[in-house]
């Protein structure tokens, strides 16, 4: 089993929408959870890291961590063709262990 | 600028002829990873190095060695490359094991 499981998709919006990206996670010594975006034949970037439970946000994203269920999400507002990508969500513990990702389409 | 850079970008190469990927980065990061991307299955860390000489594997290690003898540079080697190591490759780095920097990636097809 996966440390880490991320909402396969994909997911196609309308431009305005909200994006709901979610994944749970299994291992209880994960002590940060990172969004990552990986726009086509790039490599992964870095979007959001939060540490606790709780919301963070960042312009139109915002990161969302419940420790107790082991639950973790991402919410992009006023969504933008800009936004077409993969999500990876992550959790780190000694190394890094990511979800599948999945692959998001904002349509103009 | 900062950046962590791989080379070549594309290969194709046939079963059994060992290649290198090289990677750098200019950012003096203690940390570098090698990840392999598969559909449906993620990135997978295959090595990861805390700092110059210290390596240790990652998830998938098997087909692949790691050398870390300078502090920028961490070149993956595949000895013997199989058509399942077939894949897109990471690079990372970072200053301590958090907020990891990728690189633009290699696309390997092994026939």
């Known amino acids: 089993q996966k440390e880490v499981e991320q909402d396969p998709g994909p997911l196609s919006v309308p431009e305005g929408a909200i994006v709901s990206l979610n994944c749970t996670y299994s291992n209880s010594a994960f002590q940060y959870f990172m969004w990552y975006r990986q726009y086509s034949r790039k490599g992964p970037e870095l979007l959001m890291y939060?540490?606790?439970?709780g919301n963070k946000e960042d312009g139109r994203f915002t990161a969302q961590v419940d420790k107790s269920s082991k639950y973790i999400s991402l919410f992009i507002r006023d969504s933008q063709p800009s936004d077409s990508a993969t999500y990876l969500c992550?959790?780190?513990?000694?190394?890094?262990?990511f979800g599948a990702g999945t692959t998001v389409t904002v349509r103009a | 600028e900062a950046q962590v850079t791989q080379n070549p970008r594309y290969l194709i190469t046939v079963t059994g002829k060992k290649l290198t990927v090289t990677c750098s980065q200019n950012?003096?990061?203690?940390?570098m990873s090698w990840y392999r991307q598969d559909p449906g299955l993620g990135l997978r860390q295959i090595y990861y190095s805390m700092n110059v000489e210290v390596t240790d594997k990652g998830d998938v290690p098997e087909g692949y060695k790691v050398s870390r003898k300078e502090k920028r540079n961490f070149p993956l080697i595949l000895e013997s490359p199989s058509p399942n190591q077939t894949s897109l490759y990471f690079c990372a780095s970072s200053r301590e094991n958090n907020e990891q920097f990728f690189g633009p990636g290699t696309r390997l097809t092994v026939l």
């Open positions: 939060t540490y606790s439970s």
């Open positions: 992550a959790g780190l513990d000694y190394k890094l262990s």
């Open positions: 950012m003096n990061h203690e940390y």
